[in-house]
């Protein structure tokens, strides 16, 4: 019969097997108190939980839980650490606590969702990037290529601008070009439209003249013409006159 303190710490395993994303087999054994006390605050401090197990116990939890793949953390003197959440969290946090505190600590294998770890594995899962550190990366690499994608989009857009831009000035430079050169040549046909106009009216004047002359001779010689016409008579007349009186 299992006592009550053996229950209990069945039930514990049991609720830190509940929602774990990956948990990670330690060989303690080299280390001492004080250790594997600095040890198990430092994970607690990042949410990870830490339990010295009891091979026996651990596999009733296992079994209970229905996590056969439990079993294989359980070889030998075993700490657990269980993670929530992030896996690489859980690997990266151990590794480098244990390099960093110089502590003797082994990692030895662990269960990641239902596969099993070998302590190469988890090595190298706690010195892969970040999600964080991947994440950033991806961004400053889209961003490049989005940057690159704009420039080759934009580029003939430039293009036209520059060419049109082009043409605005060439047809300023004409447009100036043409007002400088507009007086000199706008004088001319005003002159020449100002002769034409003056020679048609000296024509019209000396057209007008002559006809008038001609009427006045016209009108003079008939006049002349009744002159000698009606002195003729009066001549015969006086001839006759004196040739009856004699």
Excluded: W
């Excluded at 040890?39 to 990870?48: C, K, M, S």
């Excluded at 003197?77 to 082994?106: M, W």
């Amino acid at each position: 019969m299992p006592t009550e303190a053996k229950k209990n710490a069945v039930e514990e395993l049991k609720q830190m097997m509940e929602g774990c994303s990956i948990a990670i087999a330690t060989d303690y054994s080299g280390t001492n108190v004080s250790d594997i006390t600095m040890f198990r605050t430092a994970l607690r401090n990042e949410g990870i939980k830490y339990k010295i197990v009891k091979n026996t116990l651990m596999k009733i939890a296992a079994d209970d839980m229905d996590k056969p793949e439990m079993k294989e953390l359980i070889d030998g003197p075993t700490g657990i650490a269980f993670g929530y959440g992030d896996e690489q969290s859980l690997a990266k946090t151990l590794f480098e606590f244990i390099k960093k505190n110089n502590i003797k600590i082994v990692l030895k294998t662990g269960v990641m969702g239902s596969d099993i770890l070998t302590s190469e594995e988890i090595v190298s899962l706690a010195t892969l990037p970040s999600k964080e550190e991947l994440v950033a990366k991806l961004l400053g690499q889209l961003h490049g290529q989005i940057s690159s994608l704009v420039f080759v989009i934009n580029a003939p857009i430039v293009n036209i601008a520059r060419v049109l831009e082009s043409i605005k000035n060439d047809r300023t430079e004409s447009e100036s070009s043409v007002e400088e050169a507009m007086p000199e040549e706008s004088v001319e046909p005003e002159a020449a439209a100002e002769e034409e106009s003056v020679e048609p009216e000296a024509a019209a004047e000396e057209e007008s003249v002559e006809p008038e002359a001609a009427a006045e001779e016209e009108s003079v010689e008939p006049e002349a013409a009744a002159e000698e016409e009606s002195v003729e008579p009066e001549a015969a007349a006086e001839e006759e006159s004196v040739e009856s009186e004699d």
